[in-house]
């Protein structure tokens, strides 16, 4: 299972994401980085079908751009940038929001993130970790061979982020995994490759474990030193 993009997209005029080029596969955890506005969110959007670049995205040579949306979303489920929901449906109502599923799908999805048992309860009840884990829930009761995810970690203390993680670490076996993250410690530690965007254009792309501090220093215009401890890399930075 292969996911190949090379897709441009501009907003009114401005080019938003210049020829971005790159590959994911099943088996491998693919982070997309860089600092705010470079484009990251946007590329996940283009891949989810909820903008409509330039270019050519196909998954296993399907071209998924000349797709119909309800096919393509059969394919690629997206999880957004956390949002609170706005009305108190229960956790199982909530996952059957998403656009296609069966009823087995659900309990199969919520049982994955552990929410089975308190699938009656209102999401408005969830806290931060948990309504992440209902979102990916949603996503992966759509059963798509393409998961991505924008932020998964963002609010979330370090026991609930690495949850997450773990998770993300477990799907990639299934599917064909992207997510956006910001913590860099999260992205070096789980990543198993990593795409790094400044300003629209891709900068570097490789393996997480071959990323030099220098192409850090530049995309993100900091000192950055990697320290070796015993239970992995760290990125410490400094201005
Ligand atoms: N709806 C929009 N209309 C016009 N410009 C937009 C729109 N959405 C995003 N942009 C611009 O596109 C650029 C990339 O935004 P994007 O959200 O993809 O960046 P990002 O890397 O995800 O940033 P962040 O890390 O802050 O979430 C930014 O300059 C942003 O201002």
Redesign the pocket.
């Known amino acids: 299972m292969r996911l190949d993009v090379r897709v441009s997209f501009s907003?009114?005029g401005?080019e938003?994401l210049k020829d971005v080029s790159f590959g994911a596969h099943k088996g491998e955890l693919l982070a997309i980085i860089?600092?705010?506005?470079?484009?990251?969110?946007?590329?996940l959007?283009c891949i989810a079908g909820i903008l409509k670049p330039e270019g050519r995205i196909t998954l296993d040579g399907l071209d998924l751009l000349s797709m119909k949306p309800s096919e393509r979303a059969k394919l690629v489920s997206y999880v957004p940038?956390t949002s609170f929901p706005e009305f108190s449906f229960t956790i199982e109502e909530f996952v059957e929001m998403g656009a296609y599923f069966t009823q087995g799908s659900v309990e199969v999805a919520l049982k994955r993130v552990g929410l089975w048992e308190r699938r009656n309860e209102s999401v408005f009840a969830l806290s931060g970790g948990e309504y992440q884990l209902v979102l990916i829930a949603r996503a992966l009761a759509q059963g798509g061979r393409v998961l991505l995810l924008?932020?998964p970690t963002s609010h979330l203390d370090v026991n609930n982020a690495l949850e997450i993680m773990e998770l993300l670490r477990e799907l990639k076996d299934e599917k064909v995994v992207i997510a956006?993250l910001?913590d860099l410690n999260l992205a070096l530690r789980y990543a198993d490759r990593l795409l790094v965007?400044r300003k629209?254009s891709k900068v570097w792309e490789g393996k997480a474990s071959e990323l030099d501090p220098k192409v850090l220093e530049e995309v993100y215009g900091v000192r950055v030193e990697f320290v070796e401890g015993k239970l992995g890399r760290a990125i410490v930075a400094s201005p």
Not at 34 to 43: C, D, I, M, Q, R
């Open positions: 907003y009114n401005e938003i860089g600092p705010n506005g470079a484009g990251k969110s946007t590329l959007k940038q924008d932020e956006v910001h965007l629209g």
